[in-house]
T-cell receptor, first 115, second 110 residues
């Protein structure tokens, strides 16, 4: 089944403790992206990657890092989490190869709480 | 990226057809129109995508007039499970950023 898999689904952590949220897709998509969703603010893009070793900032990149060493994986790293990063996070991927539609496939989400 | 405008919320009843319109006056030549559905605490789900005229799949229809400055998502015979937020996005397939607006909160009543 074509899908984007995020782990973990739920995470409670303490301020300053480094964490990584993993994202993996099995569709050979070139494009991957991370979003956070907060009440009243909608979905906001954190980082995106057009292909392996190519990443760029979205609208709210502060406090986050990403890497794209392999096509299928796009982990989101919080080096020193703070309470304002408590949010619902989504990873998404999309084809850029010119085949099929250009819709985005989203993961099921990771609910992060930083205390 | 073209800005989109959608109604904030809509109510309808089970079994009815629901039409959600999205305005995108500044749509560019290469832009496609894509609609997503999102349930609480779940990721948005791709519903339908189109460039012009009409597109239909097993879930919905998308109507796009000739000037492409708006589009209408049509959901036939809705059920309670169609209660969700619906997002209209406009952009070129090779865009690096996609921007989700506030979407339309659709509430289906029994």
């Amino acid at each position: 089944e074509a899908q984007v898999t995020q782990n973990p689904r739920y995470l409670i952590t303490v301020t300053g403790k480094k964490l990584t949220v993993t994202c993996s897709q099995n569709m050979n998509h070139e494009y991957m992206s991370w979003y956070r969703q907060d009440p009243g603010l909608g979905l906001r893009q954190i980082y995106y990657s057009m292909n392996v070793e190519v990443t760029d900032k979205g609208d709210v990149p502060e406090g986050y890092k990403v890497s794209r060493k392999e096509k299928r994986n796009f982990p989101l790293i919080l080096e020193s989490p703070s309470p304002n990063q408590t949010s619902l996070y989504f990873c998404a991927s999309s084809s850029r190869s010119g085949q099929g539609n250009y819709g985005y496939t989203f993961g099921s989400g990771t609910r992060l709480t930083v205390v | 990226l073209a800005k989109t405008t959608q109604p904030i919320s809509m109510d309808s009843y089970e079994g009815q057809e629901v039409n959600i319109t999205c305005s995108h006056n500044n749509i560019a030549t290469n832009d496609y129109i894509t609609w997503y559905q999102q349930f609480p605490s779940q990721g948005p789900r791709f519903i339908i995508q189109g460039y012009k005229t009409k597109v239909t799949n097993e879930v919905a229809s998308l109507f796009i007039p000739a000037d492409r400055k708006s589009s209408t998502l049509s959901l036939p015979r809705v059920s309670l499970s169609d209660t969700a937020v619906y997002y209209c996005l406009v952009g070129e397939p090779r865009d690096d950023k996609i921007i989700f607006g506030k979407g339309t909160r659709l509430h289906i009543l029994p």
